[in-house]
């Protein structure tokens, strides 16, 4: 609803991501810094997804700390906009960071269009409002 009002104007062209490399990543943040300055880029992703329903417990203690942890260390390279630590980070302890892909392209489009570092808006995980850290997703908003 930020442009309700251009509705009529507005053009949304989305880029759905699986598979990528460093060098795609790359590419793509070229070409999307290319386009009109006029632009909101909008990258989505979950951060850890940890507990057994998501077959990922790295860690059976202090699950509340070692999530943060996790996440800390991820959005950290993000913010710094170092795309290939994040993305060995993620290899690394298997993340399970759905849109590392997207992420990437971000933090190299941001790169190409001379942005030097972003900003962490807001980091909270679903344990933090169920109470239960045994199955918890991690969420983030940063902005460029």
């Known amino acids: 609803y930020v442009c309700k009002d251009k509705m009529d104007k507005l053009k949304i ?3 759905s991501v699986s598979m ?3 060098e ?6 070229r070409a999307i810094a290319n ?4 632009v909101c880029i909008i990258a989505s992703s979950d951060f850890t997804h940890y507990g057994l329903n998501y077959n990922y417990v790295p860690f059976a203690h202090n699950k509340k700390e070692g999530i943060y942890a996790m996440d800390k260390k991820a959005i950290d390279f993000i913010l710094n906009l170092d795309t ?3 993305l060995d980070y993620k290899k690394k302890i298997n993340a399970t960071i759905c849109g590392a892909g997207p992420i990437a392209i971000l ?3 941001m790169k190409n ?3 030097k570092k972003g900003r962490l808006l807001r980091y909270y995980t679903s344990g933090d409002i169920t ?8 969420y983030a908003s940063l902005v460029f």
């Open 13 to 15: 062209a989305p880029l």
């Open 20 to 22: 990528f490399d460093i």
């Open 24 to 29: 795609l990543c790359k590419t793509l943040g």
């Open 35 to 38: 386009v009109d300055n006029n």
């Open 84 to 86: 290939e630590s994040f």
């Open 107 to 109: 933090m190299e489009t």
């Open 113 to 115: 269009l001379k942005v």
């Open 131 to 138: 109470k239960d850290y045994s199955n918890a997703v991690g």
